[in-house]
C-alpha cells in the first residue's frame, strides 16, 4: 500500500477515534460504578449538542428553546463557551437521571435497568425530533477546518481539527486522572467503584458518589457530541452509530 494513502487513514481515523473513546469513557464511567450499559449515551450527548446550538444560536423566536436562550446574558456565545455551557448542561442532566430514574430503582434487576435506559433513548431521540426537526444542522467548528488548514507529514494531511481534539481530549483525561487520585470525591468515587457496600461502611456517600460519576460520564458524552457535531452534522440520531463503535471500544 502506498505510505501517503496509509498516513492519511490512519490520520482520518484519529478524528473518529478521539470521538469514539471519550463516548467509551462515558460508558466505562458508570459501567465501573453501577455494572449498567447506558444505552442513552448517545442519545443525551446528542441533546446537550442541540443546547450548545441554541446557545450559538441566540433568542430565535422560531427555534426550540431560543427564547430561553435569550434570557441568559451574553447569549450568543461563542463556540468554545457554547459547548462548555452544554458540557454543564449535560452533567446536570446526567446526575438528574441518575437521582430521578436510576436510583429508586436500586434494588431492580440489570435488565429493568437497562430497560429504563433503551426508553430514555428512545424517549430522548423523539424529544429532539419534536423540538428541532429530523433535518441536519450545519454546527460550527471549534477548531480550523477549511481548506488547506493542515499539517503536511509525509505527503499526508494531518488536519488541525484532529489536533485540536487530541487535545481537548489528552486534557481532559489529565484532569480526571488528578480529580479520581487527590481529591476526595475522586476517592470515593473508586471506592463505590470496587465496593459499594464496603465503601458505604467507612463512611462514603453511595448515592451522591454514583451521581457525581454520571455527571462526570455525560460531561464525557457531551463533550464528544459537540466536537462531532461540524463533522457528522447535527440531527437526532447523531450519535446513535458512534454509540455502537463507543460500545466496542469500552
Same mark, same amino acid.
Given at each position: 500500500?502506498?505510505l501517503?494513502?496509509?498516513?492519511?487513514?490512519?490520520?482520518?481515523a484519529?478524528?473518529?477515534?478521539?470521538i469514539?473513546?471519550?463516548?467509551?469513557?462515558?460508558?466505562?464511567?458508570?459501567?465501573?460504578?453501577?455494572?449498567?450499559?447506558?444505552?442513552a449515551?448517545?442519545?443525551?450527548?446528542?441533546?446537550?449538542?442541540?443546547?450548545?446550538?441554541?446557545?450559538?444560536?441566540?433568542?430565535?423566536?422560531?427555534?426550540?428553546?431560543?427564547?430561553?436562550?435569550?434570557?441568559?446574558?451574553?447569549?450568543?456565545?461563542?463556540?468554545?463557551l457554547?459547548?462548555?455551557g452544554?458540557?454543564?448542561?449535560?452533567?446536570?442532566?446526567g446526575?438528574?437521571?441518575? *437521582?430521578?430514574?436510576i436510583?429508586?430503582? %436500586?434494588?431492580?434487576?440489570? =435488565?429493568?435497568? !437497562?430497560? $429504563?435506559?433503551?426508553? +430514555? @433513548? &428512545?424517549?430522548?431521540?423523539?424529544?429532539?425530533?419534536?423540538?428541532?426537526?429530523?433535518?441536519?444542522?450545519?454546527?460550527?467548528?471549534?477548531?480550523?477546518?477549511?481548506?488547506?488548514?493542515?499539517?503536511?507529514i509525509?505527503?499526508? *494531511?494531518?488536519?488541525?481539527s484532529?489536533? %485540536?481534539?487530541?487535545?481537548? =481530549?489528552?486534557? !481532559?483525561l $489529565?484532569?480526571?486522572? +488528578? @480529580? &479520581?487520585?487527590h481529591?476526595r470525591?475522586?476517592l470515593?468515587?473508586?471506592a463505590?467503584?470496587?465496593?459499594?457496600?464496603?465503601?458505604?461502611?467507612?463512611?462514603?456517600?453511595?448515592?451522591?458518589?454514583?451521581?457525581?460519576?454520571?455527571?462526570m460520564?455525560?460531561?464525557?458524552?457531551?463533550?464528544?457530541?459537540c =466536537?462531532?457535531?461540524?463533522?457528522?452534522?447535527?440531527?437526532?440520531?447523531?450519535?446513535?452509530?458512534?454509540?455502537?463503535?463507543?460500545?466496542?471500544?469500552?
Amino acid at each position: 500500500m502506498d505510505l501517503v494513502l496509509l498516513l492519511q487513514r490512519v490520520f482520518d481515523a484519529l478524528f473518529n477515534s478521539a470521538i469514539y473513546s471519550s463516548l467509551a469513557l462515558a460508558l466505562v464511567i458508570i459501567f465501573r460504578s453501577t455494572g449498567l450499559l447506558n444505552f442513552a449515551q448517545g442519545e443525551m450527548a446528542t441533546f446537550t449538542a442541540y443546547i450548545a446550538f441554541v446557545l450559538l444560536a441566540g433568542p430565535q423566536p422560531r427555534l426550540t428553546g431560543g427564547g430561553l436562550a435569550g434570557l441568559i446574558p451574553g447569549v450568543p456565545f461563542t463556540v468554545p463557551l457554547a459547548i462548555v455551557g452544554a458540557v454543564l448542561c449535560g452533567m446536570a442532566a446526567g446526575a438528574a437521571t441518575e *437521582r430521578a430514574l436510576i436510583r429508586p430503582l %436500586g434494588g431492580a434487576s440489570d =435488565l429493568a435497568l !437497562v430497560n $429504563i435506559t433503551i426508553g +430514555l @433513548l &428512545l424517549a430522548t431521540n423523539s424529544l429532539m425530533a419534536q423540538w428541532w426537526g429530523t433535518g441536519p444542522r450545519i454546527f460550527p467548528a471549534i477548531f480550523p477546518s477549511g481548506a488547506g488548514q493542515h499539517f503536511t507529514i509525509l505527503g499526508a *494531511r494531518l488536519r488541525y481539527s484532529t489536533v %485540536g481534539v487530541w487535545i481537548v =481530549l489528552l486534557s !481532559v483525561l $489529565i484532569l480526571l486522572i +488528578l @480529580l &479520581l487520585r487527590h481529591t476526595r470525591v475522586g476517592l470515593a468515587f473508586r471506592a463505590v467503584s470496587i465496593s459499594p457496600s464496603n465503601a458505604e461502611l467507612v463512611g462514603v456517600r453511595v448515592g451522591p458518589t454514583l451521581m457525581y460519576g454520571w455527571a462526570m460520564a455525560s460531561g464525557f458524552g457531551a463533550l464528544a457530541a459537540c =466536537l462531532s457535531a461540524n463533522s457528522v452534522l447535527l440531527e437526532p440520531n447523531m450519535m446513535l452509530r458512534v454509540l455502537v463503535y463507543a460500545f466496542a471500544a469500552a
